[in-house]
């Protein structure tokens, strides 16, 4: 079955870091780039940047630069997204989805979402 | 970054008639390999988003022909004909042109 499959709810402080999964099964994981979307409570949809899990090459919004890491493992299908100096305006739902690369630079293919709440 | 702007950003329907959304894109959205890289994507109530179509018209797998894309340069619309009760829930257009890729407000859909 095709699916992205993220890691669990998490909950930080202020101040601290974050690491959200997200596991591919189905298909060929290198052969797709690994975009991660965010969306805060009752708001719209955020791109954060990508990973290219062949090359290991990433692009990150400006606005994100400096506090997100995102990697990927391809020998278990798994793209990873670490977002560091929490703030409250990163509670979100986060989503991975994936973009088959230099085609149709699209998101075909999304994960379920990974809920980050922070609060003191 | 390149701008979306959606409207309107709530639209009620009465089912089996014609919705439509307007999208405008705050810089041209064609490549030079020819492709004009605009979507149109649903996020239906306690969902993650589904893409809906890509490059502007091509509609992804599964989706009814009940939906529809055209536009070019930057202005674009979605059409959906014959509006059911499955078809509630936010649409957004993005532009996939240019890192960040970018998406509009969205535009709520809902049944009167």
């Known amino acids: 079955q095709v699916q992205l499959v993220q890691s669990g709810a998490e909950m930080r402080d202020p101040g601290a870091s974050v690491k959200v999964s997200c596991k591919a099964s189905?298909?060929?994981?290198?052969?797709?780039?690994v975009h991660w979307v965010r969306q805060a409570p009752g708001q719209g949809l955020e791109c954060m940047g990508w990973?290219?899990?062949?090359?290991?090459?990433?692009f990150y919004a400006q606005r994100f630069r400096g506090r997100v890491i995102m990697t990927s493992d391809t020998s278990i299908g798994t793209a990873y997204m670490e977002l560091r100096g929490l703030t409250s305006d990163d509670t979100a739902v986060y989503y991975c989805?994936?973009?088959?690369?230099?085609?149709?630079?699209?998101?075909?293919?999304w994960g379920h979402g990974t809920m980050v709440t922070v609060s003191s | 970054d390149i701008v979306m702007t959606q409207s309107p950003l709530a639209l009620p329907v009465t089912p089996g008639e014609t919705a439509s959304i307007s999208c405008k894109s705050s810089?041209?959205?064609?490549?030079?390999?020819?492709?004009?890289?605009l979507d149109w994507y649903l996020q239906k109530p306690g969902q993650s988003p589904q893409l809906l179509i890509y490059?502007?018209?091509i509609r992804a797998s599964g989706v009814p022909d009940r939906f529809s894309g055209s536009g070019a340069g930057t202005d674009f619309t979605l059409k959906i004909t014959r509006v059911e009760a499955e078809d509630v829930g936010v649409y957004y257009c993005?532009?996939?042109?240019?890192?960040?890729?970018?998406f509009g407000q969205g535009t709520k859909v809902e049944i009167k």
């Open positions: 989805a994936r973009d088959p690369s230099g085609s149709t630079n699209s998101f075909d293919l």
């Open positions: 189905g298909y060929t994981f290198s052969d797709y780039y």
């Open positions: 990973i290219n899990p062949n090359t290991g090459a990433t």
């Open positions: 810089q041209r959205l064609l490549h030079s390999n020819g492709h004009t890289y």
């Open positions: 490059l502007v018209s």
């Open positions: 993005m532009q996939g042109l240019q890192s960040p890729w970018t």
